[in-house]
């Protein structure tokens, strides 16, 4: 199983910056894709960086990053606007063992809120 643990979350004044991680522990067999997902009150649960893309809404300002030899991924976030309120989730798709097929993994997810 993989365990996915977010940080970095936190209140952050309009034009400010901020550096989720999230680290991927337990037992597998290799981590493949990585990605930062985000739900704010009352709205679906949208991607906002995967290891090609980025959201419409965060590109030029949110950069994914990631370290394989710890099996950590980042999520640098400048010029942040209050509509990136949002609990930001780590999503990873793990094989357990060679040659298995993946499963797809989440953490708690992390608080981010943009406010003066």
């Known amino acids: 199983q993989v365990q996915l643990v977010e940080s970095g979350g936190g209140l952050v004044q309009p034009g400010g910056s901020l550096r989720l991680s999230c680290a991927a522990s337990g037992s597998f067999f290799r981590i493949n894709a990585m990605a930062w997902y985000r739900q704010a009150p009352g709205e679906q649960r949208e991607l906002v960086a995967g290891?090609?893309s980025y959201a419409d809404s965060v590109k030029g300002r949110f950069l994914i990053s990631r370290d394989n030899a710890k099996n950590t991924v980042f999520l640098e976030m400048n010029s942040l606007k209050p509509e990136d309120t949002a609990v930001y989730y780590c999503n990873a798709e793990a094989q357990l063992y060679p040659g298995g097929r993946q499963f797809n993994y989440w953490g708690q997810g992390t608080q981010v809120t943009v406010s003066s």
């Open positions: 290891s090609t």
